[in-house]
């Protein structure tokens, strides 16, 4: 057992163990390929008992502190900026929902890593290791699956009106609809 002093001592040395952690997991996953994140997998895709993310609204009540929370972001390496819709561009759009995957990738490892302390300082060190980092890094997974979902259905919403004024383009000469589909 740690008296106070050894104790104080292991737990400012795990809080920049961690904080270590979270930066080097940041600058990793920053420079990973736009690719691996395009599309859902099966651990980013959204849930039907998320509902396309209405059940962060109606339990958590995100709508309430999404704002407050800061974007932290090293300006230098992740360049896109994920605190406001800044373009109704579908590429922009599909980069939007690609980085919402990327980082909620990064909170994720940043959580699982913060597992070591369990082994490495036992249970009670441990839990207080992980329970710190699932606070500081839950609310922005939360963010990142409640705006997934909504920048899809913005997607969809686009691509639909693509296809119909297509179909409406390509039926200028009065074919009948059913033949143009």
Known sequence: MLNNQEFTKVLFTNLIIIFLHSSFVTIVCSHLSFDFFNKDNRFTKIRKWENNGKIYSDIFKIKLWKDVLPELRLPTIQKFRKKSLDSTDPVYIGRFAAETRRSEFTHTIIILGACVFFYKDGLVMGSIIFSATLILNLPFIII???NRPRMQRLLNKM???????????????????????
């Open 159 to 181: 691509n639909s009106q693509v296809l119909c004024d297509s179909l409406i383009h390509n039926n200028e000469e009065g074919v009948p609809y059913e033949q143009v589909v």
């Open 144 to 146: 990142q699956r409640y």
